[in-house]
């Protein structure tokens, strides 16, 4: 049930829940992945991590829909991370499923990953610093033929690119090498966007621009289709304006989840304070 903590897992799947005594109706499964009216684009079942003897990610499943923003919350260590880079084939999978738009990719490679349209911005950034702004932008369309031009619609949503195109990466501020990697995730087109703290040492009023960004691209995408995305964040008050599905991982586990405008009543910024 939304907002209410996800039940201990066990081998066995317990049996639903049955009507109360008064005849009122059964309640749902906590554990059933929750989204808006957005078709589900990617679907993970049973996700499993290890690191060396480290039992990382334990049975994640969840789903991210089309035209919505899925925030997956946690303290540090908790494995938000693994999540993303085992979703974008950076780790290989260790059990479970990986399904976009209902095709199977839990053993695709990365660059597979990406044709497929997935687009990824990892933590740091990892912008090539002794390019320019343009090259940039260029290595995003890597996997699309080489006379595939910039997408025009990168400088809408990041004017200062624009004005920046010749500098080099690493000449950048620290924001706007964040509005230049994303930018760049961007650059083919991708039906699924995932963001691993893109507010982390980042100035307030850059995080509001990335903010809108990714709610237009959400609703809208890069040709008028909407795209899923899925932020890792920890900045609540970020999380909170853009989530329209919100999880909590706490030790490898989801043990939280819910509708982005019930977090404050879920009491998700106490939980995250535990």
């Given at each position: ?156 949503l990041f004017p200062v690119l624009k ?48 903010g809108r960004v990714l709610q237009r ?57 535990i």
């Amino acid at each position: 049930m939304a907002g209410e903590p996800d039940p201990p897992r066990s081998g066995l799947r317990p049996p639903p829940p049955q009507d109360g005594a008064a005849g009122g109706p059964a309640e749902p499964d906590p554990r059933r992945p929750l989204g808006g009216d957005g078709a589900p684009l990617l679907a993970v079942a049973g996700l499993n991590q290890y690191y060396g003897g480290s039992h990382i990610l334990r049975g994640l499943a969840f789903e991210a829909r089309v035209g919505e923003i899925t925030v997956v919350l946690g303290r540090n260590g908790v494995g938000k991370t693994t999540l993303l880079k085992s979703l974008m084939g950076v780790v290989p999978v260790k059990g479970g499923s990986v399904l976009l738009a209902d095709h199977d990719i839990t053993k695709a490679t990365s660059y597979d990953r990406v044709r497929a349209g997935i687009g990824y911005v990892p933590q740091g950034r990892e912008i090539f610093g002794r390019l320019t702004v343009d090259e940039n932008l260029r290595m995003g369309l890597a996997s699309r033929p080489a006379s595939t031009p910039v997408p025009p619609i990168l400088f809408e949503l990041f004017p200062v690119l624009k004005q920046m195109i010749g500098r080099r990466g690493g000449d950048l501020s620290g924001g706007q090498q964040q509005q230049l990697a994303i930018a760049r995730a961007l650059a083919a087109g991708p039906r699924l966007l995932m963001l691993d703290e893109p507010t982390e040492g980042i100035q307030p009023s850059i995080i509001k621009d990335i903010g809108r960004v990714l709610q237009r691209v959400a609703r809208q995408g890069m040709n008028g289709e909407p795209m899923a995305i899925v932020l890792v964040e920890q900045y609540f008050d970020f999380a909170a304006e853009l989530a329209d599905q919100y999880l909590v991982m706490e030790r490898g586990e989801i043990v939280m989840r819910g509708r982005g405008a019930d977090m404050a009543t879920d009491g998700v910024r106490q939980r995250m304070s535990i």
